[in-house]
């Protein structure tokens, strides 16, 4: 277990997206983070108290959390050098980046010196099962998107929370490493082995029997070229009966990489429904979620009923607008087609 | 480097499916394999001389290849027991299996005691790039399968050495354990983390600018609910111009999931067409290629002629009738139409 409360790393980020694990620690669970670092070249902030490690662990923090991302998830120099001095001041460090902790010498080194704890988030269990598509008992709903980083986490988390108030038992299943940081436990799915990614959210998501729900984290997107095979094993392996679509509207293209051009709604809904039937023949989709942060709240609300009405799907930003109407939608009985009716 | 010969080792397997790699090896590298070891309970042969490790060492054999698989790549008890009986025999170990040998103590130990190498072929490059989808020089041709082991290997092979006899420059390209012993470099595709499949493939195939043909061994089928995440990564990495779909007319249903019928051969091109085209849009398919082993030679001819009729593909067993027509029409000039059109 991770000691709470956090610290919540910035560091020398530049990029509002680079910094997506620990904005959603921010969002997500206030209650347990005391402080953010940041370097003086960081223009970002999560609106927590600037910290750094000596007074946030006089402020009670445990863990610092290095909730930030960058290509490739190497730790460089400059991150490594926080990280011992966190240390030093008492700190445990989490981290969610794929190069791991425990594999950076100076850092085993000064944790096992100063009785402290490095946990990789991004550490797969190690018996993880090949995944055998076998129909298992319960409700799941995934969240998909036209792109990476486009509200999956956060649509994921909102619904949880809303099914939660109608007193329908729900299951948040995180499937990246914020998530995890959030829900205390789940599946990094980016770092588990090729052959194990519909096994390991067969794993993060069992049968059930007591009518609630499991809520998967979605992955990454069928579209995007460097990513689109986890989404395939994550759809595989969710047997999804509900998929929530989830969608940036000013996202200028393919999430690093200029030369891909973002897909339409309309065929990224075909090509989940598509490739989420080989497992769950049943599968429809419920809703459609987007990122309107970006936008005035009057343009938000006009985008999503037009939306709205073009798809014949409850259309929300779940963050700014909430999910009750993609609720109304998923709980309703005796929905007959499957799949997007507009559009099929 | 692995030193050869080889001894290929059968153990206790029962199902011809389960010893693809020694067969593999038996097959496409027969020069460098001197023998095969096997129990008593195995029914299994290829046709090599039945050999014990001592008398495989007397023979020349520098390598003993556990060249089987098993459900879940675990190293079993009789394994590791035959292992090291090979190590003290004067054997080094080649293994594809996921379980390291260099990750079992008693291996590990009687290695550095005998001198001996222990070779995790499934063990990929530490510095594999994530996918970037950047169209790159070069001509590719990938195959792929309505299922695993459909014959995507012995296709990708039969066609390298094919073209290489017409004097066109081509280069295999492994992706699975069999094939990286066969070409002694290659990527094993099925033990990459998740978030690098495809920047694994566009690392094993790179940029070409030589006119030749590099040809990717696939992996896996988009119909799999196990492993199609595999397939998507490959077929985004790959970016190929050219397509050969394999097939075995007497697969029951999908390896190892009686639960799952095997997909058609229109809705395999089709799907496989759809997801390649995110990164290379004139992708086409030239052929198809049946594993007729089970077949009299009469059925086996007549079954590829009507399905070369049926998809308007040439179709053959590549390893029984060879690959002449599939290359005339991937050496088509001119060809104009991406994908086929007896089912676009």
Redesign the interface.
């Known amino acids: 277990m991770i000691e709470t409360p956090y610290l919540l790393y910035l560091g020398h980020s530049q990029d509002p997206a680079d910094i997506k694990t620990s904005r959603g620690l921010a969002v997500f669970r206030p209650d347990i983070c005391v402080g953010e670092y940041r370097h003086d070249d960081c223009p970002l902030t999560l609106d927590l108290p600037r910290m750094d490690f000596a007074a946030a662990r006089a402020a009670g923090a445990r863990t610092l959390v290095l909730g930030i991302a960058n ?2 998830g190497k730790l460089g120099e400059a991150l490594i050098l926080d990280a011992l001095a966190a240390l030093e001041a008492g700190l445990d460090i989490a981290s969610g980046l ?1 190069h791991r902790l425990n594999a950076e010498p100076r850092l085993a080194e000064a944790a096992a010196r100063l009785g402290r704890q490095l946990h990789d988030v991004r550490e797969p269990r190690p018996d993880l ?7 298992r008992a319960g409700k799941r709903l995934l969240t998909v998107g036209t792109d990476c980083s486009v509200g999956k986490m956060y649509t994921t988390l909102c619904l949880a929370s809303a099914l939660a108030r109608r007193g329908v038992a729900a299951d948040f299943r995180a499937t990246g490493q914020t998530g995890i940081l959030v829900a205390g436990d789940g599946v990094p ?7 194990f ?3 390991a959210i067969e794993q993060v998501s069992p049968a059930r029997s007591d009518d609630g729900w499991d809520l998967i984290e979605g992955q990454g997107s ?2 995007h ?10 759809l ?2 969710a047997q999804p009966d509900a998929l929530v679509l989830c969608h940036d509207p000013v996202r200028p293209h393919m999430r ?2 200029p ?2 051009p973002l897909p339409g709604i309309a065929e990224t809904i075909e ?1 989940n429904l ?2 989420a039937r ?2 769950n023949a049943e599968v429809r989709v419920v809703g459609i979620a987007l990122n309107t942060s970006a936008m005035p709240e009057d343009e938000a609300r006009a985008l999503c009923a037009s939306i709205e009405a073009e798809f014949a799907l409850p259309t929300s930003d779940p963050y700014r607008f909430g999910v009750e109407a993609i609720l109304d939608r998923l709980l309703e009985t005796g929905v007959a087609a499957p799949g997007v009716a507009a559009n099929a």
């Not at 099962?129 to 129909?135: A, D, L, Q």
């Open positions: 290509a490739g794929h099962p090949i995944g055998n598509g076998k129909k799915l980016d770092a588990v082995i090729a052959d990614i519909s096994g069928l579209y070229p460097s990513f689109a095979g986890v989404s395939t094993g994550l595989h392996g690093g990489l030369h891909y090509a598509r490739v080989l497992t």
